[in-house]
């Protein structure tokens, strides 16, 4: 995935395109560059380096940009061709008169590549990107929107595009299949942008650009075509989130601020949908006599979204007695899903954006399924293709590890399985009530666990020089278990993995030795004894134990080399309460080790791609 920034108006344009691409960066950072519309003579200047945006900031210094008020900016998270100057975006054509950045994959590059190399066409890049430029200057006969028109649809695949040219200063191209690309309405300005918060300061007014729309912005207007050519009428959206989300407020790291936002995140969410006892989706997209035909659910998500998913099972089967399948999202689209009658599939993603989760979506909604999905990002495709949606509300998430969307995804759970429980009249109203109850409680005790987050601190620097990593759970903390497991892999590289702890002697149990920390999630529950059976088994193979364990739980200590202790809220209420101190461990560990917490290597926040 990568961020694109185009900006037309009166100002300076490299500053606006510089510091909006910097809140793009979480979504791709192996390198950027940024071209414009030099004032003076019209002509194409660009600039673009290996690295992060700071390294092109530095380029800039040395060889500073021309006067402009238009321009393209970008920054990648590599798919076709190393990280590196040439591969980086903007890429221009042969002529030197278009120039385009762009985020998606073009399928069949190659031979559009092959084609125009034929007629003449010389390429720098390994990029598939690079064919478009081309392309447009193959069909440039001095109608530019024409040419773009006639160029993208050679393309196939997912693109957002920005598209600039120098025989035409007072235009600023878009289109878009597939990535997000949002155009941002100013007065005498105009903006394009891979996301919201990265025109936030600019303006709140955003058309979301959908698949296989093209815009033309100019600095007085903005005109959106159907790419059949037929002009559009675009719905204008007032943006309600605050500049401040995507700020990181005098915390180290977004990742740290998102983190203590858990608390207020998941209090807005129970405020919006949990009324005294009774539960509301307004979005939901099926009233109360569809839900309670629901026969049975497949959830379908990547990554932590698929952790939380692997929740959401337990606790939709648990209450409400529908069946529940989950699955990756990359394995679903491929295995021809039976998808029997009365099937409800419920995506789960933050971004909104994740290609395979579109993809398993675009696979089931072809077998005649009904889609609800949990999402975070308002006007997301995935939000778009949904004929409901249970928004998260969690506002952006610029960690790249995900966190506060995590423990929304899990709450939006617990209270979508408690509606479908009391529809299905699957458990008594005061049971129902006294889980409402007890989740009410939730955002202070995550409170009261931040408050000890120096503790869990400590024990996290006091482990973080051991070079692997097991987290067990059973039943409900399974998949948390695995959710920790993810987070300190993918911002640490410390290699970990998350199991099944009663899988443990079928195998896993041969890596444990003194140079092995085990985190296990033991709180007070029905399978209490049997964790205290995993713990001991480890210890007799010195391995180094790490628990997660209930405040009042004195025992633990005698098996645990280090215990992190959380309020009581019983077993159903656990992964919520689990979910914070693993988050700080994978936190902590990697601070300590030097990594780049926010933007991990090799990762962005949201994979548009296969
Ligand atoms: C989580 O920390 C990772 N960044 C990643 O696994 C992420 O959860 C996954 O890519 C799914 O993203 P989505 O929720 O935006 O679909």
Redesign the pocket.
Known sequence: MCGIIGYIGNKKAPPILIESLKKLEYRGYDSSGIGVISSRDNRLVFRKTKGKISDLCELMKSQPLPEATCGISHTRWATHGEPNRINSHPHLDGSGKFLVVHNGIIENYETLKESLIKKGHKFLSQTDTEVIPHLIQEYYRGDFIDAVKKAIARLKGAFALGIISSNHPDILIAARIGSPLIIGLGKGENFIASDVPAILEHTRKVIYLKDEQLAVLRREKVEVYGFNGKIIKPEINKVSFKVDSVEKQGFPHFMLKEIHEQPAVIQRMLNAHLRKESISFPDIGLSDDELKRVKNIIIV??????HAGMVGKYLIELFSKVPVTVDLSSEFRYRSPIIPAGTVILP???????AD?LAAVREAKVRGAKIISICNVVGSSLARESQGVLYTHAGPEIG???TK??TAQLCMLYLLALKLASLHKALPAREIKNIAKNLKGIPAVLSRILKDKHLISRVAKRNSHYGCFLFLGRNLNYPSALEGA??LK?ISYIPAEGYAAGEMKHGPIALIDEYRAVVCLVNKSDIYEKMISNIQEIRSRKGRVIAIATNSDLNIKKHAADVIYVPETGQLLSPLTVALPLQLIAYYIAVKRGCDVDQPRN?A???TVE
């Open positions: 998500a990547c990554g932590t979204a698929y789960i993603s933050q971004s909104g954006e994740t989760t790249v590890a995900s969307a995590y993810l987070k993918e990762l926040k949201s994979v």
